[in-house]
């Protein structure tokens, strides 16, 4: 071991020691920072751990019984914690494999490797039984054989070099790797091209030795590992496949599996990339351009294969159970407001970093709370924790829970705040922006156990740091990066949070019921990539990669139970709207550069193909297709939002003022008049109609996943993407329709600084 | 064999068959156009062909037999041809190996192997005497035993990010592998940096199995194969390193070997990747950063290695004879002026590609001029041809002998072309920028064997497809490739001609004596990388893989051929001065763009620095050190460099318009009087005074190769170099230096003007 590194271990293991558990204190705290305070030191690494060791010891994914012993051991907990508390079940589509198979058949026959072989010292990682073998859950099912082609990371992009390149994946499998964008695009951009399959492996330059030692010896992505996930098309909706916009309760009315618009049509499955090695081996045609060249010691080519490729995969597609725990304590004042924090339990394997890192911080938040409660205090809201099944799969737990509850959520949900997987290093912060000022006042109390500035200031730090290479080359990229670096550099204003787009449980509450949202995670240091969504995401990994000593699964915890705490007892809304107006102001400007880059772009490219240059370009010696024709871009008339934009800062800066002036002053009555205006106040940015083209689920019309990026944030999602995919007739549209959304919360906000400023 | 390379190599062949030999016409044309037709139809591929086979079927480095057989085979031939041609011999400092190690001792003993080995079916790679081994010219000798650090590509860049990951290379051997600078500077800037030794090797990223099947299958490098090159610091002077500035002759005064600034002080030597790979795979410390990992199948890691390295080099330090042939067609109207035009013909090996491909073109020229005197034409001025010795140890044979002639060629040459290396693709042309009308006009007659347009408007399509993906992240670059797109999207206007920095013949001429040149050659489609350099660059490497069919060897021939003969015989100056204005006032901003680029990251990382930002953000588990500190960028005065080129913007374009309306009408007189004025015109802008920093050698203050970027080009040297290094004072020198040059070049603009209009 090398010095430096010994020496940091001992580092790391003297501040887990010293955050150790220390009793809550016998008596109700003074003041909310003395509240907050004890709080934190209340927090047990210790206990974290053990819960840890124990709600991982075997595979948990939907159907398992492991994942239903985990949601009754979850349970007794927060009722031994003293919380009224009760499993929620639902009945899903939940696909599990019957039989696969991935092999060359002919004169050298080869057999893909479907499960994860034991790696020596690691006990959960021996298990065998019943891990899931490599799965994508909602592919298509089928039993295929044709060559491959290889698409890069299978994203749109990809399929337009394809077209220059003069390949072709129609009948024929594609072999993508995974990054760039979601997981599900990449079979659902195949289906659209016409492929018969897809095959999606991690490539060592992404996930594998390039980026570390590789486990045991290190956290990375061993040869054998292999990325399960799901495949629903979740642009369309999340949760249960076969039941949107309601609760998949037993009754519910339910589409059958040919009518779900989720579900892929072509089989696909994950393999390792010690078996995409031997796949891609196979490869004949073209070189592939610098930017596809993965790590793996070989020449990457486009295909196709010199060996047709035979993929089976078969489903038992019959409703399995899940099992959300839920659990309440209701508010001593305004009991009919709810803070509603949750994060998945099950796994795709054993699941110790996704998500269990996470669920032992709300289990340890749970007992803290519970703990409170049972020495005298009580909270002013109801706080309700939900422990949700099936995120994996497509967030079902979390999104039929709150489709079965919609109508009480939005009546009373004042704050949703979700974690999931978690790692050493900075504070990561997402959600809606007009709680940036929130999230910046909690981060702001904590300390980080590195550096013993607060977690707030070293996220600054982070983001300046970061800004000085950006890691992308897009300009609108950059230029954002660079934007949250000027910002963060100036202590007068909020640090910035990410806009969301999806991927954990958060979606349904922000981009479907329009209810305040916020996604909280430590990370960047300790490194889970290497074992995501594998059998190697174990204790053991955890514990010696991911967070040694669970110094930040217990900073998670300090940190969101700090959230929970002042958001529970807080008089005054928590909304700081001028944030929010800044954020949408840079995205409208991002928004009309794109569509004038699009314009200059189809310009450029329309004199090209007059001059003939692209035939003229190409090697005669390879293959080449023409590029695909871009369409001519017209003029969107954009002034409805700008109006929006100028009256949301106008109305933001207003109240911002009102509110510091006078917010502490308020009657009772006041405060009343307040709330009943801003309780709801980013409802009104999701408004019923939703977003077009079969999107409607998506209410939000400041951020949703992307059509085509899947977890990728979308903002103003409504243009963005009528502009990307150009339907003008939909960006005309949006425009109005976001522009009405952005007034009515500047309506509100003029409403609620009246209140403040006594009129 | 993939059916469309079937057809691609069958379309090659047709191509090569339709450019068989076509006898010269046995009376003189009419007109130029006719002339230049009936030279290119000439050109005899099966000719080329074998003399290519026989130039490079041995070992012909500096100081080989077959070095100076080839020479005398050479002279034998011009000869032959009528020219009236000698060989001239140079004594020069040129190192030779007399034993070299690269080893890990101790319990698990791995010696390098510095040969490379057979490959199957390619006679000449199978040779095994005399090729010079693994070997780095002019590094500085030594015997050293330390661990590793590798140091990505060695550049400046890399060892301000090395101080951030807290690791010294003092007392260490570096290992930095090829690629994104010059070679020389990565055991310069070891050196510098307190390394004892420098290892360099070709990472398959770059150079091998990831960018095209190895060597027999296809033309990349294969895992044995290894680049020699020189690592003299060219950055003081080209040519001999005992005698800067004068011809290496017999008496010529020398420094020693120790006085010599160009040659480096700590031992060197290249390897293999399949050699790198065994020293990278002992590396400990931190995993590199993203853009540092190369594609070998391992953990990339900074180093050190757990095992020390012993290197040794010891050379040979004698002089040795080189011989360039010249040959010369006296001129019938102005034998005072001088076209010249060069190609190497020492390689460090077999050569066939570098740069044999451009010999057997330049020997094809001189066959058809030969041929061409002989039935009765001749040149208006007198055509000098210089086969040129040791360009790859550091363009000894040419600059020895430009620096014997300087005197003459001053006042003689109106041109140098030159041409090195050769392969199938697109023409490439840098120079003078006043050339560039020169360069179209021969581009535009000539047509592409594989698109049958001209090679001009096939140049103008890959500028502009190539704009539509910038292989760049520096804005600059990006700026500069689009502007170029446009220009050459314009019909009107004359496509670019690059910037030339160094790393071929054209460096003395154009750099030191400030003679306008030209480099020439076709490329990118046919790929000699992967041999570069190597055992493996040989006749059959070469007509499989980077000329099939010497198509476009021939075609190098056919356009050099066609540019000779035109500047030969033409009554009129070459230059057109508007495109240099252009082109000079577009690197004006860009350097101004950098001063105020570099200003802001001072500021910003100042402010960084003093809120402890990069502490905060690193991971305490790793080693950190602290950035390197920026220094505060003053303001520059830069009126005198706007004034002069506002200035030359002016002057060219009326030089241009008067040339246009009356250059056709001139008497003989004042033709006389217009060459008198335009004849020296580029030697304007390379004044007596030099760059500073030691490089006085180098004169021309619009061109130069790069201190820190060795053949990479720097324009407007003398200024953007001192804003690069932050030598102030230097800035504001040289920006009055240069606008004195850049007015010395206006002021021969406006005479010429008034001669053309009649004044």
Redesign the interface.
């Given at each position: 071991m090398?010095r430096?590194?010994l020496l940091?271990?001992a580092?790391?293991f003297a501040v887990a020691t010293a955050y150790a558990a220390s009793p809550v204190p016998a008596t109700g705290p003074s003041d909310e920072a003395t509240l907050e305070k004890n709080f934190r030191a209340a927090v047990n690494r210790d206990e974290m751990r053990d819960w840890l060791k124990n709600l991982a010891s075997e595979p948990n994914h939907v159907g398992s019984p492991h994942d239903k012993a985990n949601a009754e051991f979850i349970l007794s907990l927060f009722k031994k914690f003293g919380w009224d508390a009760h499993i929620e079940t639902f009945q899903v589509l939940y696909p599990t494999p019957i039989a696969e198979t991935l092999e060359i058949t002919g004169a050298h026959p080869w057999t893909a490797t479907l499960q994860e072989k034991p790696i020596p010292g690691d006990t959960s990682a021996t298990a065998k039984d019943p891990a899931l073998p490599a799965y994508l859950a909602y592919q298509g099912d089928g039993d295929v054989t044709a060559p491959l082609v290889y698409v890069n990371y299978g994203m749109q992009d990809d399929y337009k070099t394809l077209a220059r390149l003069?390949v072709s994946v129609k009948g024929k499998i594609v072999i993508a790797r995974y990054g760039a964008g979601w997981r599900g695009l990449k079979p659902l951009l195949a289906q659209e091209h016409g492929a018969i399959g897809c095959i999606i492996y991690s490539d060592?330059?992404d996930d594998g030795?390039?980026?570390?030692?590789?486990y045991p010896n290190?956290p990375?992505r061993p040869p054998q590992g292999i990325q399960r996930g799901s495949v629903a098309d979740s642009s369309y909706f999340n949760g249960d496949p076969l039941t949107p916009d309601v609760g998949a309760t037993a009754d519910a009315k339910r589409l059958t599996r040919e009518q779900s618009p989720v579900i892929l049509k072509i089989p696909a499955l994950p393999v390792s990339y010690a078996d995409a090695q031997v796949l891609l081996s196979h490869m004949?045609?073209r070189?592939v351009p610098?930017g596809w060249?993965g790590?793996?010691?070989?020449?990457?080519r486009v295909g196709p294969s010199d060996v047709p490729v035979h993929l089976m995969v078969k489903s038992d597609w019959s409703l399995k159970p899940i099992y959300d725990v839920i659990a309440t304590l209701k508010g001593s004042t305004y009991p009919d407001q709810w803070i509603v924090r949750g994060n998945h339990h099950d796994g795709w394997v054993e699941g110790a970093s996704d998500p269990l890192s996470g669920q032992i911080a709300l289990i340890e938040e749970a007992r803290i709370l519970g703990d409170m409660v049972r020495k005298g205090w009580r909270p002013k809201r109801t706080i309700v924790y939900g422990s949700w099944d099936a995120e994996e799969p497509g967030l079902l737990g979390s999104t039929e829970w709150a489709e079965t509850h919609a109508a009480e959520l939005m009546q009373k949900a004042i704050l949703y705040i979700n974690t999931d997987n978690n790692a050493r290093?900075?504070l990561a912060a997402g959600g809606s922006q007009d709680l940036e000022h929130f999230v910046n006042g909690v981060a702001d109390q904590i300390s980080d156990p590195?550096?013993h500035?607060s977690i707030g200031?070293?996220r600054?730090?982070?983001i300046?740091?970061?800004a000085?290479e950006p890691?992308s080359?897009d300009p609108a990229t950059v230029a954002r990066i660079k934007a949250e670096a000027a910002i963060a550099?100036n202590p007068a204003k909020d640090f910035p949070i990410d806009a969301l787009g999806s991927g954990s449980d958060y979606s349904v509450f922000l981009e479907h019921l329009g209810v305040p949202s916020l996604d909280l995670r430590f990370g960047e240091?300790g490194d889970s990539g290497g074992v995501y969504h594998s059998r190697y995401d174990t204790f053991e990994h955890h514990s010696r990669f991911v967070d040694p000593g669970f110094v930040y699964d217990g900073l998670l915890a300090e940190t969101v139970g700090s959230a929970i705490l002042r958001a529970a007892d807080t008089d005054l809304p928590l909304q700081k709207p001028g944030n929010l107006a800044d954020d949408v102001d840079r995205y409208l400007k991002e928004i009309k550069k794109l569509a004038d880059a699009k314009r200059e772009a189809q310009q450029?490219q329309a004199?090209?193909i007059a001059?003939?240059?692209?035939?003229?370009?190409d090697?005669?010696?390879?293959?080449s297709g023409p590029p695909i024709v871009l369409k001519p871009v017209p003029q969107i008339n954009f002034s409805a939002l700008d109006s929006a934009v100028k009256k949301l800062k106008a109305s933001a800066k207003a109240y911002d003022e009102a509110f510091a002036k006078n917010a502490a002053h308020l009657s009772p009555e006041a405060r009343k008049r307040l709330w009943a205006v801003m309780q709801s106040i980013d409802q009104t940015l999701a408004p019923p109609v939703g977003l077009p083209v079969g999107r409607g689920w998506y209410k939000n019309l400041i951020y949703a996943p992307g059509r085509y990026t899947g977890y990728g944030t979308k903002t103003l999602p409504g243009v963005r993407e009528a502009v990307e995919d150009e339907r003008w007739d939909d960006a005309n549209k949006y425009v109005k329709i976001t522009a009405d959304a952005l007034n009515a919360y500047s309506g509100r906000l003029d409403q609620a600084a009246a209140i403040l400023n006594g009129k």
């Open positions: 090398h430096s590194m940091a271990t580092a790391a003069g060592p330059s030795y390039s980026t570390d030692a590789v290190g990375a004949t045609g070189v610098g060249r790590r793996l010691p070989i020449t990457y290093g900075f590195e550096t500035v200031q070293r600054r730090a982070v300046r740091v970061d000085l890691h080359s550099a240091e450029t004199k090209m001059d003939n240059v692209f035939r003229l370009a090697d005669p010696t390879k293959t």
